[in-house]
């Protein structure tokens, strides 16, 4: 699940000259994600925004690594994961974590981080009964936010398609700007 996550928000164009940047950068996030997860105590406080807030201190992100590397449970994941970000030093480390900054900075926004630290409902709900969701992206934000709403169809659609398939209560998505999401 978090490497779905990390590969929702890092947005590819297909014209990276490079790949090793944001595969690196989706590590990294995909690594924060889970460290989160595991490491807040509080469920409320498990977000994006505390995500962001653990990649965009040198600081923070310093001790989280400590604390992965040092962590032995969900069989190590969170381990090896902290080890595997060892390899980034120096001018590497800065180049990677600018471009994972990049993908994640959508979350220090005000309005961003207000509207995605909960939620009002229950996205199971949309396979057993009658509901409607609208997204709405100002069309001013739709490339600045893609990232978030490739994140948001994407949760969506991973909710709905778990467990056995059904036509009972089809799920009708209607996307309008599709292309804005990326690949």
């Known amino acids: 699940v978090c490497r779905d996550l990390a590969n929702m928000l890092v947005v590819r164009t297909g ?26 105590g509080n469920p409320a406080a498990i977000n994006m925004r505390a995500v962001r807030a653990q990649i965009a201190s040198r600081a923070n992100y310093t001790k989280a690594l400590e604390k992965m590397q040092q962590h032995e449970g ?40 207000a509207s995605t630290s909960s939620t009002t409902f229950d996205p199971r709900a949309l396979r057993s009964g009658r509901m409607t969701v609208y997204m709405i992206i100002p069309s001013d934000k739709m490339v600045v936010w893609q990232g978030l709403l490739r994140l948001w169809l994407g949760c969506l659609l991973r909710i709905i398609t778990q467990g056995v398939p059904t036509e009972h209560n089809p799920v009708l998505f209607l996307v309008d700007e599709c292309a804005h999401i990326g690949k």
């Open 74 to 113: 969900f069989y190590g994941v969170l381990e090896e994961l902290g080890n595997s970000l060892t390899w980034h030093v120096e001018k590497e480390l800065a180049s990677v974590m600018s471009h994972a900054q990049r993908f994640t900075n959508i979350f220090a926004a005000p309005l961003v981080a």
């Open 15 to 40: 014209k990276e000259q490079d790949p090793h940047w944001p595969e690196s950068a989706e590590n990294i996030i995909c690594a924060f994600i889970a460290y989160v997860c595991a490491m807040e």
